[in-house]
């Protein structure tokens, strides 16, 4: 197993089960525990674990979320596919929003330059790399940008939202099941993330399969009101069944 691959395991043993040991992981691993600390520290520096004595838990215990940089160093090839299948939501032409975040940045990326799109987005970063697109009109939502994220909330994001109508709005979450529906930490970004689903005809959340094993302090939609829920296929099975029961189409890419 390459480091990444272990690393990427660890994290989702920390997120399922809230800790991880050093010498359990190295039992585990068959690798030393120098091994595992400096996977830990890896981790760590990423800003998805914080280390604690003998082990490490998950950053999303102590009450706040990665920032941009770190999570779009994480899960790159699950997020890009995640972008890929994401293309087939796209309409031929009209208006879309995108969400901000690591995997609708890499939707961003990924737009096909034969359709002519109206794109609104709350990001500065994904409204720049959009800008010179001769097949795409740009709108940014104004407002406070939060350092974290690079997500604009507040009002003057929220007013626009009220008048708009898009064919479809691709959103991200930091959580996400259906008891509690989609969740992110923040209630300024929740409110924003609400009013784009209630400008949007259809909503297709973008989710890596760690958003799906925590729940947030803020929500900002039920499962119900997704059309469609595009992952990876290291979303369980059993997951996947019980989302697509309560209402969307599920798609593990």
């Known amino acids: 197993m390459y480091a990444e691959e272990r690393q990427q395991e660890i994290l989702r043993r920390a997120r399922t089960i809230g800790r991880v040991d050093v ?4 039992e585990e691993f068959a690798v030393t525990t120098e091994t595992i600390r400096r996977d830990l520290t890896a981790l760590e520096r990423s800003g998805m674990l914080r280390r604690v004595h ?19 160093e994480v899960l790159i090839a699950e ?16 208006a879309i929003i995108i ?22 987005v709350n990001s500065p970063p994904l409204a720049t790399a959009m800008a010179t697109r001769l097949n795409l009109t740009v709108i ?6 939060r350092g974290r994220t690079l997500a604009t909330v507040d009002d003057w994001a929220l007013r626009p939202l009220a008048d708009l109508h898009v064919d479809v709005a691709f959103m ?16 300024a970004e929740a409110a924003i993330k609400r009013a784009m689903i209630g400008a ?10 760690t958003k799906f094993a925590n729940n947030y302090l803020a929500r900002f939609a039920s499962i119900q009101e997704i059309d469609v829920v595009i992952s990876d296929t290291g979303l369980d099975t059993g997951v996947a069944a019980e989302m697509a029961a309560a209402g969307p189409e599920v798609v593990r890419a």
């Open 140 to 145: 940014m939502l104004g407002g406070r940008v």
């Open 23 to 26: 010498v359990t992981l190295a």
């Open 99 to 120: 969400d901000a975040g690591s995997t609708t940045g890499r939707l961003v990326q990924a737009l096909p330059a034969d359709r002519e799109l109206t794109v609104i």
């Open 200 to 209: 949007a005809q259809r909503c297709v959340l973008l989710a890596d399969h």
């Open 172 to 187: 991200a979450a930091n959580g996400c099941s259906v008891a509690k529906g989609l969740t992110t930490p923040y209630p």
């Open 79 to 94: 997020k890009e596919r995640i972008a890929k299948a994401a293309l087939a939501e796209l309409p031929e032409d009209g």
């Open 54 to 72: 003998g082990g490490a838990i998950p950053v999303e215990r102590l009450g706040f979320e990665p920032e941009l940089a770190a999570r779009d």
